[in-house]
């Protein structure tokens, strides 16, 4: 199905500025690329350095507390077990490229580590997006229905756990919803 098995990925962070706020939360589900069925899960809370720097729209999302922060590994570490857990000889997957594979690139930077992943990504939103539009169910283009995770985890009937901005609580849907429209892709 895939050339590359494909690396879920969802990060929370404390804010939605790449230089300014920080990763504090790395998760990601290796799925098999012929299955999709799970091989492999990894997630961390990362230490930040500038707790104060932190966003509170962010945080009301992400409800990631300094005490779940604190006693974490710092961001270098973090992206070496992460790397060591998966290679680089991946797909990364996130919903949404944009924020974050840039910030996982930032962070690399930020550690003096080098990006070893390919450049291509496989992301799940424009996929959703499709599927959705032709099915005529992107019908309030101010709220954007259909277009969300939460939206398309209700249509597929996927439940949505209260921990639904836990980063491995997002993979983990994410990987639903994309299992769900892959059945109905007609090949």
Not at 62 to 75: E, F, G, H, Q, T
């Amino acid at each position: 199905m895939f050339k590359k098995d494909l690396l879920i990925l969802d990060i929370e962070a404390t804010g939605l500025d790449y230089e300014k706020h920080e990763i504090i939360q790395l998760a990601a589900i290796l799925l098999d690329k012929k299955t999709l069925k799970e091989k492999k899960s990894f997630n961390t809370f990362i230490r930040p350095r500038n707790w104060k720097g932190r966003s509170r729209e962010a945080m009301a999302v992400n409800n990631i507390s300094w005490d779940m922060v604190k006693d974490a590994p710092n961001l270098k570490t973090a992206l070496n077990t992460f790397q060591k857990t998966f290679g680089t000889d991946v797909s990364i997957s996130p919903y949404g490229t944009i924020m974050d594979t840039a910030m996982l690139r930032i962070a690399y930077r930020k550690s003096k580590m080098k990006y070893k992943f390919d450049y291509h990504v496989f992301d799940i939103w424009p996929l959703v997006y499709v599927y959705m539009a032709k099915k005529k169910l992107l019908k309030n283009t101010h709220r954007f229905t259909g277009f969300g995770l939460e939206d398309a985890a209700r249509h597929f009937k996927i439940a949505i756990p209260k921990d639904r901005h836990t980063a491995l609580t997002d993979c983990q849907i994410q990987a639903e919803v994309l299992r769900e429209i892959i059945k109905r892709i007609k090949l």
